[in-house]
């Protein structure tokens, strides 16, 4: 049996292991992968063996860049991709880059410098049109990227004044004065905020919204609980008795997210605690159960779908070279949606 040297950095047996061992070029076992019909039977079952006996797994990735059209490639790294607005704003953006002929691919990354470092070393070697950053916050990856002036960068969340050309900042500070305001609106002044773990700018904009409208109305802004938790509905659950112990006059309740809001909606209906009328309570994020929760959530909703075709719009304009593209960006602005919890 023929030894196999496997890839350094990952120990998994690459195309070209398997190439050997079945004594063909790797060109030959790609096709076979690819194109199965036009390679011969008996060709196939020797491929299939070395494949069998050495447990190779293909790169659905690397196959990708591979096959997509030479330079028509764009890479999201995101590390926010699991809530709902998220979810919809790259839906929006992948549809419409996919309409002009470009392949997208999502990655998910995690604050980890040396991971990242890696992902970027793998990203530069194959033809990338352009990086689009999604809320990543790592410094060291961002000035690492901004060196680079091959590939067009595109940055979507925290601004860096080492990427200058394509900064767009999503202003959640402004959604959370806006949801505040109206929660003052409403009557409410014994008013707490309700915050978990969550990314460090993210936080930053969320608290200053609330303080900001708070102050504005001279009111007391010592009512905050902010949980190295998850900002699921648990945590939500598990510190509404401590909100309650702390600031038994409480009479509104802003949670930074609708995760976190609906863990509150779900204890209150524990203790048997009426809102709004005992206690209003509202989220942030508009996410898909806010509108099923009970009773429905007050929240309040960033323009997801807006921002991705205003996104996509804005970097095909800087693909194209052009300069003339102009959006009303007032349409971006957040929305409340004010229901039965408030």
């Not at 959640?172 to 990314?199: P, S």
Request: with cysteine; aromatic share 8%.
């Amino acid at each position: 049996m023929q030894s196999v040297k496997k890839r350094r950095n990952t120990g998994q047996v690459t195309l070209f292991d398997v190439a050997k061992y079945a004594g063909v070029g790797s060109m030959t076992v790609s096709r076979a992968l690819r194109s199965p019909e036009r390679v011969s039977d008996k060709l196939r079952k020797k491929i299939q063996i070395a494949i069998d006996a050495l447990g190779y797994k293909p790169n659905v990735a690397a196959s990708l860049l591979a096959s997509a059209n030479a330079n028509q490639v764009i890479a999201v790294i995101t590390t926010k991709i699991y809530d709902s607005a998220t979810r919809i704003l790259l839906n929006t953006l992948q549809t419409s880059l996919a309409k002009e002929g470009y392949a997208i691919l999502i990655i998910e990354s995690y604050h980890y410098a040396k991971c990242e470092a890696q992902l970027l070393n793998t990203l530069y070697s194959h033809n990338l049109k352009a990086i689009l950053l999604f809320y990543v916050e790592n410094d060291d990856f961002i000035r690492q990227i901004a060196r680079n002036k091959t590939v067009q960068v595109m940055n979507i969340g925290k601004q860096y004044d080492e990427l200058t050309n394509l900064n767009v900042g999503l202003d959640d500070g402004l959604a959370m004065y806006m949801l505040t305001e109206h929660v003052i609106e409403k009557g409410y002044r014994y008013i707490g905020l309700l915050c978990a773990n969550q990314q460090y700018h993210l936080f930053q904009q969320r608290l200053h919204g609330w303080h900001k409208a708070m102050l504005n109305h001279h009111l007391s802004t010592h009512r905050i609980i902010n949980a190295a938790k998850p900002a699921n509905f648990s945590t939500g659950s598990e510190l509404l008795p401590d909100v309650l112990l702390n600031w038994p006059e409480i009479d509104a309740l802003i949670c930074t997210t609708d995760e976190l809001a609906c863990g509150v909606l779900y204890e209150c209906q524990r203790r048997h605690i009426r809102v709004p009328y005992q206690l209003a309570v509202s989220g942030f994020g508009d996410s898909e159960f806010s509108k099923v929760s009970f009773p429905p959530l007050t929240t309040v909703a960033q323009p997801s779908e807006q921002i991705g075709k205003y996104m996509a719009n804005l970097l095909l304009n800087k693909l194209r070279d052009e300069t003339n593209y102009q959006s009303d960006l007032s349409a971006l602005a957040p929305t409340i949606q004010s229901r039965d919890s408030l």
